[in-house]
């Protein structure tokens, strides 16, 4: 199986994939955010580099995809394509950080790539306000994340929310400003108990989908 978790930055997913992997047993896909060579230069000028960045985390995660289907493992992966060309890139559009030609050409490869492969067969999304992930990015004190604007996230933010009330895979949605998984066993518990209902309930997927 392939699970998927998805939200914004400092919204605590390389956190929960860490516990998720551990708990079930599952293989970890981590996102390559420290080996991006774009991130330093694309947080300094956002309308430079937004092209090259993104360019970056579509073709890494499509080769995901790929590989996580290779492997016949389950594979829980840290953050999607989904997200990149459904919030990311129309995002720094919107902004104007990227051109009306580059984002044609970025969504014209991204549906390419849709052809080719599946849905997650679960999506775990965690939903957090813009003080909770401010205070997430904050704690963990990447240099390159110190210059991120407010409304950067903010525009992330409600992307993520109207991605989410459309997206027609098996979902599962955390309140990450209330469900403290990282720090309180019981609301861990909160999050493997959607997951087991899920999964291995009275109609797990695979009869949902019969």
Known sequence: MHIAIAGNIGSGKTTLTRMLAKRYGWTPRFESIDNNPYMDDFYADMERWSFNVQIYFLNKRFKDIVDIHKSGETVIQDRTIFED???????????GMMSDRDFDNYQDLFELMMSLVSLPDL?????SSIPNIVSQI??????????????????LNKRYEDW???????????????????????????????????????????????
């Open 138 to 155: 904050e704690k963990r004190g990447r240099e390159y994340e110190k210059t991120i604007r407010i409304d950067y996230l903010q525009g």
């Open 85 to 95: 060309a459904r919030i990311f890139a129309p995002n720094l559009h919107e902004m």
């Open 164 to 210: 989410i009330k459309t997206y027609k895979g098996h979902l599962i949605i955390v309140d990450g400003d209330n469900v403290k998984f990282e720090n309180n066993p019981q609301d861990f518990q909160l999050v493997t108990d959607m997951i087991d209902a899920k999964l291995f309930g009275l109609f797990p997927l695979e009869e949902q989908e019969k």
């Open 123 to 127: 999506m775990i999304y965690i939903r």
